[in-house]
């Protein structure tokens, strides 16, 4: 499914492990009702980027954030069901809506907001809560291999907390993070 893999080693040089060198294919059917145009497949998300220049494709859809192949389930570690999924869409959908709002959306190579299978205690009004921690994650990259977390001012962080706190019921807290990528990968699995 994947295309090769590459070795790579520690700084040490006394641990090697294997890292996809990306994930851009399969999944496609025997026949199709279409011409592949190869080799698509084997192009990163930059270069599947330029080539759709090329072919004249709106900006909106060259350049909006990837989406995992796995779905929401990816952003959500752990027992997935309904009542989750339901919270994710609610929290991403005000984190990018708030991206547009901000005119920060194409600044940022991918977005997205995750439901962490850890609940916290909080206040609401005068009750205490315990909900789950929303993640929000946001980089910036040329190609997708290598990437930074976007430093996003206090006033728009603020605000979308807030959206989502006040909003959406399962979640009373927020966090951003920070990790570049490697060590850490974009998506949280």
């Not at 980027?49 to 752990?78: D, Q, T, V, W, Y």
């Not at 990018?96 to 439901?115: D, F, P, R, T, V």
């Not at 040329?142 to 430093?151: C, K, V």
């Amino acid at each position: 499914m994947y295309p090769d893999l590459i070795e790579s080693k520690s700084v040490t040089g006394s641990q090697t492990s294997k890292i996809k060198s990306h994930h851009n294919v399969g999944g496609l059917p025997k026949k199709m009702k279409l011409k592949l145009v190869e080799p698509v497949k084997f192009l990163f998300k930059d270069e599947v980027r330029k080539l759709g220049e090329e072919l004249g494709l709106s900006k909106e859809i060259l350049f909006r954030h990837p989406f995992p192949g796995p779905g929401l389930a990816i952003r959500i570690p752990g027992d997935i069901d309904e009542n989750k999924i339901n919270i994710l869409k609610e929290a991403d959908n005000i984190f990018i809506k708030s991206l547009y709002k901000y005119n920060l959306y194409h600044k940022i190579w991918q977005a997205y907001a995750a439901l962490l299978p850890v609940k916290t205690v909080g206040v609401m009004g005068d009750n205490r809560t315990y909900e789950y921690i929303c993640l929000l994650r946001a980089i910036t990259s040329e190609d997708g291999m290598t990437a930074d977390f976007y430093n996003f001012n206090k006033d728009f962080m603020q605000d979308v907390s807030n959206q989502i706190v006040n909003s959406i019921k399962g979640i009373n807290r927020v966090v951003y993070d920070v990790t570049s990528k490697p060590p850490s990968t974009i998506e949280l699995e």
